[in-house]
């Protein structure tokens, strides 16, 4: 959290009087004048020693608004030099410094040194405490900020000094991971101002200058953050800021600290556009169009010890698969050279949980495509997928996407891949599924890869040892709002009871086919449910205890209606008519001659929670998103 570790957050002190510059707490490193003199602190000194100090400070400066200007910077200086101490800042803020330095600002706009001196005061007195920034933006701060913003737009370290301040006064507070902060009173003036155009200026008028790309990105981030700036956020006008934060990555790619606020900045403008139905889709789809995907790759091999460009980078690619959700989007971005440098990430990053939690967002929502799975299926994804479960067991959003990622890969693999098919995947999704069994989205996530890899004939047997039916049985009855959960239950039974009555047995003993009826009873709208549940049926009814048993809970009733609810989906109704004819027995006591059960996997799914972009120095929390996800294929 030092604000010193990133170049556009420390207000600048180039071309100052000897006085300003680097003199720490108070001692100067040059003579004074009478006037000007301010005792040294002992560090060991008494609190009131300090205090008293303070307050002569503080009344030297209100009694220098009026006289020479040279006196009112280097005061203004000695203010912003406090930022080292929190008692400091502090007690200058309750003796009412901020309101001092204010009315030095607005008396002085035309003058740059005041400005500057008065901006990096604002900046110390604002940082990191909610309650002096808001006395601050309530003291009026703004007016005069942007003032000489406009005063002064051709001086490149004033620009930056006062941008990094009137970022300080709306920097968001910390909320819960689903929330996002009510604006404040600054904030409120600077969005009707369209304050975030002085930015996007500022950039347009220093393209040269990374200080200023860095602090610009910061500052129209942190305005997207809180709610209400959507509709902003969606008009033409913000066409441009696309624009002109694109040519700064594309200038900046050098600079870490630029190039990470730019990528925070692109993640918190989606975030915003959230609030407008189709905003983020259409924010995403101009965040496509200007080319920053083929940034992004870029950053992310530039700088591959940064970990904020790593979560940046990452979690804005997944929110661009996310929210177009197009399969032409998807297949670009792989493209772009992805893959390797994403396997890249994983290695550099693995014990960073926010980074992880980011890629698994993005892979879930890539490999939904199936140009894309193909492509990633022999390069070893889900051995990335195993090694982040192994390193994060506990975070339920990258717990849930992993085994999202899972599932999509393992949907229709034709060539069944050995690594993904495999023991340690299948016990991977199990204990997922047993740590996170509370979560219903990880849940869901689990239980259907599993029953995607269930279609693979080399499992099953390893399915039945370990007990994966009762898992995703108990799992299908502790969450009964889930048909998800249900169908992969459905579908385990229909898988694993294909040609086998030693596992039909199995399966019945554990309760499976009053599970079944009861899952097609309850979910019989939802197609996935219907179809697997129909096979599952079909393949457990060969025996004639079983039939009996499925005849004595109304299944054959209950394959017409469910059949009947579905009149457009073949799929359900060929499951439907197998069903029947297995279930109606001719006088012979023989199943009606039909073909046996055809196997499928479940349809994909899409990431369940993505981590927001990093907002600047101070480590953020995620914002969620829901997921969507997709039907069975």
Known sequence: DDPSAKGSDVPSTEG???????????????PQTEAETEPAIPANAHPLAAMGALRGLHDKLREAVEDPLSLVCSLLERVAQRVGSEDDLQTLYTLGTHDTVIEALRGNLDHPDVCEAAAGAIWALCAGDPVRRQGVADAGAVGPLTASLCTHRGRPDLVNTIL?????????EEVEAEDRPTPNSALVSLRQESAYLFAVRAMQDHTDVPEIAGAAADFIGSMCRPVGMGPVVVSEEYEGVIVM????????MGYASVVEGILSCFSHMVEAAKEVEGGAADMCRSIYAAGVPDLVVQALAAHKESSMI???????????????????????????????VLLGVVDAHLPNSRVMEAMMYSLSNLSHCDTVKHQMLPLGFETAALKVLDAH???AALNGNACTLLLNLAHKDPLFHPSLFSVPVMDALLSCMHRHQTDGSVVDAASGALGNISVCQGMRQHIMDKGVFQAVLAAATLHPDHPDTAAAMCELVEHLAKDDPVRQDSLRSHGCLDAVV???????????????????????????????????????????????????????TAAAGLAEGVLQVSPKGTAAKRKKGVEKGKGKGKGVASPKGETKAKGKGFMGFRSRKSKRQ
């Open 245 to 252: 934060l694109v040519i700064s990555l594309q200038t900046h």
């Open 16 to 30: 100052k009087t000897a006085e300003g510059t680097d003199a720490p707490q108070g001692v100067q490193n040059t």
């Open 393 to 395: 067991p506990s975070v």
């Open 310 to 340: 790593a979560l940046g980078g990452v979690a804005l690619l997944g929110m661009i698969s996310f929210h177009t959700e197009d399969d032409a989007v998807d297949c670009a971005l792989y493209e772009c050279g992805l893959a390797p």
């Open 164 to 172: 990094t301040a009137l970022t300080a006064l709306v920097e968001a």
């Open 518 to 572: 009861t899952a097609l009873s309850v979910y019989k709208d939802n197609d996935e449910v219907a179809e697997a549940g129909l096979m599952a049926l079909a393949n457990m009814g060969r025996q004639a205890t079983h039939r009996d048993r499925i005849l004595s809970l109304r299944g054959l009733d209950l394959c017409r209606t469910v059949a009947s609810v579905h009149p457009a989906k073949p799929k359900v």
